[in-house]
T-cell receptor, first 117, second 112 residues
Framework: DTAVSQTPKYLVTQMGNDKSIKCEQN?????MYWYKQDSKKFLKIMFS???????INETVPNRFSPKSPDKAHLNLHINSLELGDSAVYFC????????????????FGAGSRLTVL | GENVEQHPSTLSVQEGDSAVIKCTYS??????FPWYKQELGKGPQLIID?????GEKKDQRIAVTLNKTAKHFSLHITETQPEDSAVYFC???????????FGKGTTLSVSS
């Protein structure tokens, strides 16, 4: 039973198109994240939602819009795709959002590889 | 904000040898330091973590050490096996509401 599932796994599209990636977790976690992994394998946080509320919004172009309909889902919509958006996008979840009490054990999905032509 | 540096970027060892990956962090408030292993075509998976109130933690062939004064932590893998070949990431976090900040990864190759 997949804990964090992302769809689609592969996405090939043309510049200028709009696309979405969906993520669902069945772990009962309160916090969900989107990370971007570039061609050099660097993992960078994009967004974080805690119980449907946005808590982290890093310096990401506003063409990227996350949406959390409920705490088990966090989708990523990308408008006007550019070549530089090509990457692997990872969804993750954790029991809470970190802080002095700790936790922050992230469970990652398998990734969605986006290729913009 | 937090910045995590990881070295080396690539590491090649013979099966049975030990491998050590080192990370430094900048934010003295950070208190949680996990290590993730990413196999080809998969998402990163937690292999071991350590909190700031502990100096060392071991789980079978893997161990992590933390030096809070020097703000660095290391992953040690003993008796390496070919299946240990993967990309390893260190990470750090501390402040409430912050996400894990990852190092740039180390590609470990274990040859038999």
């Amino acid at each position: 039973d997949t804990a964090v599932s992302q769809t689609p796994k592969y996405l090939v599209t043309q510049m200028g198109n709009d696309k979405s990636i969906k993520c669902e977790q069945n772990l009962g976690h309160d916090t969900m994240y989107w990370y971007k992994q570039d061609s050099k394998k660097f993992l960078k946080i994009m967004f974080s939602y805690n119980n449907k509320e946005l808590i982290i919004n890093e310096t990401v172009p506003n063409r990227f819009s996350p949406k959390s309909p409920d705490k088990a889902h966090l989708n990523l919509h990308i408008n006007s795709l550019e070549l530089g958006d090509s990457a692997v996008y990872f969804c993750a979840s954790s029991q809470d959002g970190g802080g002095p009490s700790g936790a922050n054990v992230l469970t990652f999905g398998a990734g969605s590889r986006l290729t913009v032509l | 904000g937090e910045n995590v540096e990881q070295h080396p970027s690539t590491l090649s060892v013979q099966e049975g040898d030990s491998a050590v990956i080192k990370c430094t962090y900048s934010d003295s408030a950070s208190n949680y330091f996990p290590w993730y292993k990413q196999e080809l075509g998969k998402g990163p998976q937690l292999i071991i973590d350590i909190r700031s109130n502990v100096g060392e933690k071991k789980d079978q062939r893997i161990a992590v050490t933390l030096n809070k004064t020097a703000k660095h932590f290391s992953l040690h893998i003993t008796e390496t096996q070919p299946e240990d070949s993967a990309v390893y990431f260190c990470a750090a976090t501390g402040e409430a509401g912050t996400a894990l900040i990852f190092g740039k990864g180390t590609t470990l190759s274990v040859s038999s």
